[in-house]
């Protein structure tokens, strides 16, 4: 069961997530991955399997030469937040 500050947590990263698929400067290999990201925090799992698999995903994007280095620090805190969950 979630706690209220997890799910404002979660609707927070969302947010980012979200903001960051939309950007034009974003590379599609690394928007697919933001995509799988959202979908992970959205599923109806237990939140240390969800936050395992996103925090996966964001190793692999925060690896990508061509990301923007203002994207890189948005995926940082978000992985941020993901540790204290």
């Known amino acids: 069961m979630m706690t209220k500050i997890v799910s404002e ?3 927070s990263m969302l947010g980012v ?5 939309s950007d034009n400067a974003i590379p599609r290999n690394v928007k697919d991955k933001l ?3 959202s979908s992970a925090l959205q599923e ?6 969800r ?7 964001l190793e ?6 061509n990301l923007e280095p203002y994207a890189r620090t948005q995926l940082w805190s ?5 540790e204290k969950l």
């Open 9 to 11: 947590q979660i609707t």
């Open 17 to 21: 997530l979200e903001e960051l698929q």
């Open 35 to 37: 995509t799988f990201c």
């Open 44 to 49: 109806e799992c237990e939140i240390s399997i």
């Open 51 to 57: 936050v395992d698999k996103v925090r996966h995903a």
């Open 60 to 65: 692999e994007i925060s690896d990508d030469t």
């Open 78 to 82: 978000i992985a941020s937040i993901l």
